[in-house]
């Protein structure tokens, strides 16, 4: 499941790339756990950027696979470009990993069924 409700696995987190949802439409379940919890997606970014594109890039490099100047414009490209793909997708993974581990700050689990069919 991608960017459904850590609690019913029904709702959307997200509105759009850009925007997350306050609370579930079917469970109410508020995402936010305490003001600036979603600040837990920048590490979650930043590794996943580290390393999968810029050690990656690094090894490419200094296996002479491509030229300096090609790895640094690449590596800073996708420093720039990552956030603003995927800062929300870590932001779910990052309300994910908190219900992961503090499963006791979950609310009690709900009997509903998804009131629409997702996939
Ligand atoms: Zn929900």
Redesign the pocket.
């Known amino acids: 499941m991608v960017n459904r409700?850590p609690?019913?696995g029904?709702?959307s987190i997200l509105k759009n790339l850009f925007h997350r949802l306050q609370e579930?439409s079917?469970?109410k379940?508020e995402y936010s756990r305490e003001d600036g919890f979603f600040i837990g997606g920048i590490p979650i970014s930043y590794g996943l950027i580290c390393g999968f594109w810029i050690v990656p890039l690094i090894v490419v490099w200094s296996l002479e696979w491509l030229p300096g100047d090609w790895s640094v414009w690449l590596g800073l490209g996708g420093a720039f470009a990552w956030p603003f793909i995927s800062y929300r997708y870590c932001q779910c993974l990052w309300l994910g990993l908190y219900f992961v581990f503090a499963e006791n700050e979950m609310p009690d689990q709900l009997e509903q069924k998804c009131s629409e069919d997702h996939e």
């Open positions: 409700c609690r019913c029904c709702g579930c079917e469970c379940l």
